[in-house]
């Protein structure tokens, strides 16, 4: 189904063929109307803390990566109990959780679809601008998912079973100098 929809959803009429929902790399991405007004502020995550980068990679189930394009992160945050990492530097944010068993994340998109773009070898999709991002809490947790938050321009890729979303570079072709230079 879902290489279905990546299949037709890469042309005009594919696009209008295929359900408005596609799920990649434990994100969700619901493409239709404007989508929910987004707060601008950020809710930290459920059970988020600070943490140093040795503490967040022994707490993840899954390996924790850093672009080498970018200096050490200024923050690194884990939540939901080693669930996700997110690497923090002025105006930029890696999300970093395992992208292969649950839906993490959810993108409320207005017009245009998503472009679909390559990083190194794996497939990855281009958000270029502005939207709506939900965080879903573990099933069984008994928490509702946040409200709704903006988050800027964002490049979605899978490395392995890690999904990671990068937030806030400047275009497409910044997001790929980072998102490339992931170890």
Do not use: C, N
Not at 31 to 49: I, K, T, W, Y
Not at 125 to 134: A, M
Not at 167 to 179: K, V
């Amino acid at each position: 189904m879902v290489a279905a929809g990546l299949l037709f959803g890469v042309t005009p009429a594919g696009r209008a063929a295929v359900a408005r929902v596609l799920r990649f790399a434990g994100i969700e991405l619901r493409v239709g109307g404007p989508g929910p007004l987004p707060s601008g502020v950020a809710e930290p995550l459920p059970g988020e803390r600070r943490v140093t980068l040795e503490e967040a990679r022994r707490q993840a189930a899954f390996p924790v990566s850093v672009p080498a394009g970018l200096e050490d992160p200024a923050d690194v945050r884990v939540a939901d109990g080693g669930r996700v990492v997110s690497l923090l530097w002025p105006g930029i944010r890696l999300d970093e959780y395992d992208g292969v068993l649950q839906v993490v994340f959810r993108k409320e998109l207005g017009p245009p679809w998503p472009d679909q773009v390559t990083v190194g070898a794996s497939t990855g999709w281009w958000i270029p601008g502005p939207h709506g991002l939900v965080y879903l809490p573990r099933t069984g947790v008994g928490e509702a998912p946040a409200r709704p938050r903006r988050a800027d321009p964002t490049l979605i890729w899978q490395k392995g079973r890690t999904g990671l979303r990068l937030e806030g570079a400047a275009d497409l072709r910044r997001a790929l100098e980072i998102a490339r230079s992931v170890r």
